[in-house]
């Protein structure tokens, strides 16, 4: 998915995934099936899973801010997966920072 894609909508980015599947795969043909919006967007998912599937986490996190990839998570619960030591030192860091 390029980077054009990452502002829209899983739905509308589905649906157009799924439009290019059948572009692409059928666009010369006299197409004799008919194709809702619905079945449209069943292979937009599809194509998305199977892309996002064959991305490494970092790859698929990347190009969005850290910000935005923290939202819904409360700071009490992110700095509960760091030991003492480690937000310490981040703490030290961040007020010798802060000082220049």
Do not use: N
Not at 28 to 33: A, K, L, N, P, S
Not at 41 to 49: A, L
Not at 65 to 77: C, N, V
């Amino acid at each position: 998915m390029g980077k054009g894609f990452s502002s829209l909508s899983s739905r509308l980015q589905w649906f157009l995934e799924g439009l290019l599947h059948f572009l692409f795969t059928m666009g010369g043909e006299d197409m004799e099936i008919e194709i809702t919006p619905d079945d449209v967007m069943k292979i937009g998912r599809k194509w998305q899973q199977a892309v996002l599937s064959g991305l490494t986490q970092k790859e698929c996190l990347t190009g969005i801010p850290l910000k935005e990839r923290l939202t819904g998570f409360e700071l009490k619960d992110i700095l509960a997966e760091f030991s003492p030591e480690e937000v310490e030192a981040c703490l030290k860091k961040l007020k010798k920072r802060q000082r220049k």
